[in-house]
């Protein structure tokens, strides 16, 4: 009882404290109304921190500074615990079960959350890391896995090939296969020297020279910005660290829409790639299955209220809590149902070919965050049937573009050697939609369609059979460009 009074005049103090800090904030910044709001967002946010150091440590004070550092449980209900003695012994087999379920989750997955570096050097590989600023002052990271010679411990000259992820990934998704299934480590075991890129707004890519992460301005972007901005910057970053003057490139869903748009709004850039390899690159989305899109597209792909005060808005957050609850549920004893329930909205109801034993990993590191506006883009493109750059509304296109519509891409200017994967059963990427982009595309060097039937968006990262099927054709292939060219 004594230590429950000491809890609640802290709690008291706290929370005079943090209004008073917040009220002076909210005076200079925003209306009157909203001031309750915030300072109560506040106070709870101290109440939910006192709750998880009353969990974590039953018998041992500390100052309030120290309590706000500690670290809150996974699930903390809709309601602060009474600190009485009929509560106590419930939170303490509550407690209990948390850190069964915590110390299950080290036991079976030690890569997860794991930093890039430290995750290729445990598979074997060496790795470094780059950074890059872009001309709008985004700093990317770059994460290389180089050929070294084993004696003399020098850097190998090697054809280079870079790799790009999809829509709210990172370049973790290359690795998720493990040491000897995963493209990257195929590659570098082909004689390559491996680049994983990253887009602006993932857990790699979040600063910027002028601008933090709370600003509307930092999330005001889509994969437009990332085509002329960040893939330009870090294409142009490894040819100079490399002296290469081209190289390979391979992205999948949004990492394909990337590539269209730099070598469609600056076609000089096709000089520097020997060969484009795009798995269910996302550009036409007017046939998508995707319920998201059905659903929610005619809202946020047109301009209105709501789309355009979601423009500066972060879709996912990469908070490490957030990150850890998402792979709770991916437990090797839980039913695998419950963790691709979540993968629904995003890759659709037909996992079979989803290998499962992959999902703990795969939740851990996506979403690896964004913003909203890279949806809504997408959203533009299945409202208009067409593949354009952002609608800004009349008034707003006519100041980006001088003409009251966005302009379409110029597709026709895409003259890199590009190869597509694509399957019968996408949810994000209809085939039909794939055969429109083919038919704007000018040099298209081949054509693989997954012969599964119910092959899905997802697989073609972190499906069954994913290596024999897609992996090793795409090390094939550009052997034979590199033995062409000897």
Known sequence: MVRAAAVRRAIRR?????????????????????????????????????????????????RPGHILNKQPPFSLGNRLLQFSEKNKTATDDNNATKNHVAATVRANKKNWLKKKVR?????????????VTTKDGYVLTLHRIPQVDPELGSLLRRPVVFLLSGLYASSDVWLLNGREDSLAYLLWR??????????????????????????????????????????????????????????????????????LVLNSMMP?????????????????????KSGLAKVIGPVLGTRNY??????????FSTNKFFKKFLSMTCLENEKPLVCISRLWPAVGYDTRFLNKTLLPDLMANFPAGGSVKQLMHYFQGYVSTRFRQ??????????????????????????????????ENDYIVAPADIWRLLT?????????????????????????????????????SMNRYEQRRR
């Open 306 to 315: 709501v789309s355009k005060m979601l423009e500066g808005v972060e879709m």
């Open 119 to 131: 995750r290729i050097q445990n598979d074997g590989y060496n790795v470094e890391r780059h950074s």
């Open 268 to 288: 000089q850039y096709n000089a520097v790639f020997k060969s484009a390899t795009l798995l269910a690159p996302v550009a036409y989305v007017s046939n998508t």
């Open 190 to 259: 082909a004689g390559y020297d491996v680049w994983l890129g990253n887009n602006r707004g993932n857990i790699y890519c979040r600063k910027n020279m002028w601008r933090n992460t709370t600003e509307r301005e930092f999330w005001d972007f889509s994969w437009h910005e990332m085509g002329v901005y960040d893939l330009p910057a870090q294409v142009d970053y490894v040819l100079r660290t490399t002296g290469q003057k081209a190289m390979h490139f391979v992205g999948i869903s949004q990492g394909g829409t990337v590539f």
């Open 390 to 423: 952002y609608d800004y509304g009349p008034e707003r296109n006519w100041l980006h573009y001088q003409q009251l519509e966005p302009p379409e891409y110029a597709l026709e200017n895409v003259s890199t050697p590009v190869t597509v994967f694509f399957s």
């Open 440 to 476: 704007r595309l000018p040099n298209v060097e081949a054509v693989y369609k997954v012969p599964w039937k119910r092959w899905n968006h997802f697989d073609f990262i972190c499906g069954l059979g994913v290596r024999e099927y897609i992996f090793d054709n795409i090390v094939l």
């Open 14 to 62: 706290l929370s005079f404290k943090w209004a008073n800090i917040n009220t002076r904030r909210l005076w200079a910044s925003k209306p009157m109304p909203h001031m309750h709001t915030c300072t109560h967002y506040i106070c709870v946010h101290t109440y939910v921190h006192i709750y998880a150091f009353w969990q974590v440590s039953a018998s041992t004070w500390a």
